[in-house]
């Protein structure tokens, strides 16, 4: 009887051993991620699933389809989101997508402090925050050694002694670095329609005072690169990525914070309304911002991230351009994108066709 029993146990601890498995491999932990490329490089994902036991499954993105998406379900469907800090609150204004930061959950001290500030001035809503600095970049300045002394800020792209050997897009941020460059601050003026439009009038006039300078207004990356490469134009408004690029392939070519201020944009962490695995989120935040692997981030998409120290471990041509654009001062000068309140895009449209119309 004793031994009949002690089967029935046996085989009863099995059963629910095997229940236990069973319904483990239905119900394993996950954390819904939807990104940019670049942002969750297999090998972080594959230590972190090891690490936590949290299988990722990662949903690559852009700001517009994140939107799209949070928005169809009320904020349901992903657990974290990585849209840029300038793309939230007017979303959260009108679909109520995101649910606020706990900061206490996050390790802010793995975090660069002008960042965290940064991207809390821009995602704040009601009191509450709802983003979390990730991975950044800038625009500024692409300039040859042999102009380096004379170009460093964007209003210098109009000096006679780089004439006919420049280029700049004809977009935003060129209207916004050449203000800043003037003395102004445009994003100061975002709420005020009157000041933004007389900023704007000051910035046209010496756009269009420097259109002599002008070889080409670029319009897409790789042409750019190429002018740059044969130097044809020696000073450029530009992305820093692109520059690091130029400085690998040349180093007399550079990408150079300007004096008043690169032009930044932060990618965010942002909790879904309808997150089901907030926890897991968080842990995702603060594995990944750990220097070590915010440099495989780094590595992987070519853009740096706000983890703190981070840069002694990305790869060392990358980490050396880095460290020659940006020291602590000029980090700490960079002009974050806020929201763009609306109205102000068609504003700025009708000053750039004025630019490109005239002679």
């Given amino acids: 009887m004793g031994s009949r029993t002690a089967r029935t146990s046996v085989i009863l601890g099995s059963t629910f051993l095997a229940a236990i498995c069973f319904s483990g491999s239905l119900f394993a932990e996950e954390l819904r991620l939807i990104t940019w490329g670049g942002y969750a490089p297999d090998e972080v994902v594959a230590q972190f ?11 690559l993105s852009n700001n ?9 379900t009320g904020g349901a469907g992903f657990d974290l989101a990585q849209p840029s800090q300038d793309r939230i609150i007017g979303v ?58 004379t170009v460093t800020d964007y209003t210098d792209l109009c000096d006679p002694a780089v004439a006919g050997k420049v280029s700049y897009r004809l977009k935003r941020p060129t209207l916004m670095g050449f203000a800043f460059a003037m003395g102004m601050d445009p994003f100061a003026a975002y709420n005020d329609r009157d000041e933004y439009e007389s900023i704007l009038a000051k910035v046209e006039d010496k756009l269009i005072d420097c259109k002599s300078n002008v070889k080409t ?30 400085n690998a392939e040349n180093p007399e070519i550079r990408f150079v914070a300007p004096d008043s201020g690169a032009l930044g944009w932060i990618d965010t962490f942002a909790i879904p309304r309808r997150s089901e695995n ?4 968080y842990k995702w935040i603060n594995f990944v911002m750990q220097p070590e692997i915010a440099a495989r981030i780094t590595n992987a998409s070519g853009n740096f991230t706000a983890s703190r120290g981070a840069d002694e471990f990305v790869r060392a041509e990358l980490r050396d351009a880095y460290r020659a654009s940006f020291s602590d001062r000029a980090i700490n000068n960079i002009k974050w994108y806020p929201p763009v309140p609306p109205g102000l895009e068609t504003i700025e449209g009708q000053v750039l066709d004025r630019v490109q119309a005239a002679n």
Avoid at 49 to 59: F, L, M
Avoid at 64 to 72: F, G, N, Q, T
Avoid at 278 to 281: N, P, V
């Fill in 217 to 246: 207004y670029w319009t897409g990356g790789d042409q750019l690169l190429a002018l740059l490469r044969t130097g044809e134009v020696t000073a450029a408004m530009a992305w820093d990525a692109g520059g690091w690029k130029l």
């Fill in 64 to 72: 517009e389809d994140m939107i799209s998406k949070l928005r169809a």
């Fill in 92 to 149: 959260q204004r009108q679909f109520n997508i995101y649910k606020p930061i706990d900061f206490s959950r996050v390790n802010t001290d793995q975090l660069q402090p002008s960042m965290v500030k940064a991207t809390q001035d821009s995602t704040e809503f009601d009191g509450k925050f709802y983003g979390v600095p990730s991975v950044w970049g800038t625009s500024g300045l692409i300039v040859h050694s042999s102009v380096a002394d």
């Fill in 49 to 59: 699933e090891k690490e936590t036991g949290i299988n990722v499954k990662v949903t």
């Fill in 278 to 281: 907030e926890d897991a989120a």
